[in-house]
């Protein structure tokens, strides 16, 4: 009997630590959401979604990256148009009809 009790009281301590372990994790969060979600009342965020944000930021700033990628390709695209529009709509690939 002596062993169960034993095993018994690790148990309730194991449980007592993870239960204080989560209160704590728990106050963490809520303290983060808290700040953010003060932050992104105007935007109407829910604290689901922000949290879904906070999780996949690496994601998601990689794909911010991407596309600021693209959008600096597409404003040369357009500078270039705008400058053979300056020069009598001239839209021939100066590369071969330099021969």
């Known amino acids: 009997m002596k062993v169960a009790a034993k095993k018994s009281s690790k148990k309730d301590s194991s449980k ?7 209160f704590l994790e728990e106050t963490r969060g809520s303290e983060l ?24 930021q690496g994601e998601i700033l990689h794909q911010l990256q ?5 959008v600096e390709r597409l404003e040369n695209q357009l500078k270039e148009m705008e400058k053979k ?11 071969h009809s330099k021969k």
């Open 16 to 22: 007592k630590s993870n239960r204080e372990k989560v």
């Open 33 to 56: 959401t808290q700040s953010f979600s003060g932050r992104f009342d105007n935007l109407r965020i829910g604290v689901r979604t922000l949290a879904k944000i906070i999780e996949n």
């Open 66 to 70: 991407e596309l600021n990628s693209k």
């Open 85 to 95: 529009m300056d020069n009598n709509f001239d839209f021939t690939n100066e590369k």
